[in-house]
Nanobody
Framework: QVQLVESGGGLVQPGGSLRLSCAAS?????MGWYRQAPGKERELVAT???????TYADSVKGRFAISRNNAKNTANLQMNSLKSEDTAVYYC?????????WGQGTQATVSS
């Protein structure tokens, strides 16, 4: 059964940090995180390939870091220096061939 299980998220003050984790029940070619804020479209945050190649949205470069453990089929997103505009539901994404898989989403709220 194809499954992506997310954990982490929560409420943090501006300038704080959160760590999101995603565990896959399979071995994706590429894993990543997208987010969707209220009233906005889902957008890419960061992705990472099996070889460690990463991509980041300009808005999070220098603040967020994505990593993965190929042996455990997990990917983590370390989010630092969080801003109110980072508030969103964060979705884990996995790519296997041309097939896309999504997690259920986890809420991250940045507010004082």
């Amino acid at each position: 059964q194809v499954q992506l299980v997310e954990s982490g998220g929560g409420l943090v003050q501006p300038g704080g940090s959160l760590r999101l984790s995603c565990a896959a029940s399979f071995s994706p070619n590429r894993m990543g995180w997208y987010r969707q804020a209220p009233g906005k479209e889902r957008e890419l945050v960061a992705t990472i390939g099996k070889g460690g190649t990463t991509t980041y949205a300009d808005s999070v470069k220098g603040r967020f870091a994505i990593s993965r453990n190929n042996a455990k089929n997990t990917a983590n997103l370390q989010m630092n220096s969080l801003k109110s505009e980072d508030t969103a539901v964060y979705y884990c994404h996995a790519l296997v061939g041309v097939s896309n898989y999504w997690g259920q989403g986890t809420q991250a709220t940045v507010s004082s």
